[in-house]
């Protein structure tokens, strides 16, 4: 295994907000603003990036990839909300999840709000994006975030995604759900240092975790869940998962992305995990689950 490089080896990604502009569009601008624009990427090795040049990525359609050292915080497209600076794995729930437009989405555990504003991008702004954070001061951030983005869709509510009625008329239509819950972050590089696994504080985020994904499927409509953390430990990641499937049998793992570079932990093969040795991003799991075809048709 290559040694684990640095924070600031990682290449950066800026997400083009197609809600505000296309992929086109702002590889012409950066073009005329004297970056190099080098085309789609076609294996991992060119996301390895010097100085102003740039690629397309090779897995999602709207990423563009940048040379470590880059920093768009003051720029023009960041500014403007044509484009979001957002790791790579953290594209991936609102990508798989892939929501038409017009559904009816919620975003349970959602500020600062990067995967909500992805989401609406994805839903075109239309339909409806329920978005609960339990943290008002996040919250806040969150909505400046949207409103930069143009996301219209959203109804945002500072509250306890475990208290939300599933039952209350609002959300009869909720058909996907993106669970994004509080983790121990052991996959942030920039934090690794600091998250040495605690057993205890573990075990009570991956039973908060398990709790969030076990109300998720208890709305009367729900067709798909996407399940995310920036964990590295099997506690909060593969080990919840099964717990869930043991406990919802209506439920099943969709296969994710086959030419993605590393799988789930075994038996999970089925879900995603993200490194910087092998899909040059921070530490991530991605799992998404669909309620069986069966299970469905026999709902009332
Ligand atoms: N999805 C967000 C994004 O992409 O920008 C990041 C979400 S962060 C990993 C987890 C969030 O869950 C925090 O903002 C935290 O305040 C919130 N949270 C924790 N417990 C919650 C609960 N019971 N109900 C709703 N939100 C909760």
Known sequence: EAQMPPGEQLPRYVRVNTLKTTVEDVVDYLKRDGYTYQGQASRLDDLTLKEKNFVKDLHLPELLVFSPKTDFHDHFLYKAGHIILQDKASC????????????????????????????????KNKGRLFAFDLDAKRLATMSTLLLRA????????????????????????????????????????????????????????AAFQLRCLNHAATFPRLKRLVYSTCSIHSQENEDVIAAFLQQNSTFRLVR?????????????????????????????????????????????
């Open 92 to 123: 991936l729930p609102a990508h798989l999840l892939n929501p038409p437009p017009g559904s009816h989405i919620i975003d349970a555990c959602a500020a600062p709000g990067n995967k909500t504003s992805h989401l609406a991008a994805i839903m």
């Open 150 to 205: 143009g996301v219209t869709c959203q109804q945002l509510a500072n509250q306890d995604f475990l208290k939300v009625n599933p039952d209350s008329p609002q959300y009869k239509d909720v058909e996907y759900v993106l669970l994004d819950p509080s983790c121990s972050g052991s996959g942030m590089v920039c934090l690794q240092d600091r998250t040495a696994a605690d057993q205890s504080r573990l075990a009570s985020l």
């Open 256 to 300: 994710l992305l086959p030419q993605w570079p590393e799988r789930g932990l075994e038996p999970l093969s089925q879900c995603l995990r993200a490194s910087t040795s092998k899909t040059r991003t921070h530490g991530f799991f991605v799992a998404l689950l669909e309620k069986h075809s069966e299970a469905l048709s026999s709902t009332p």
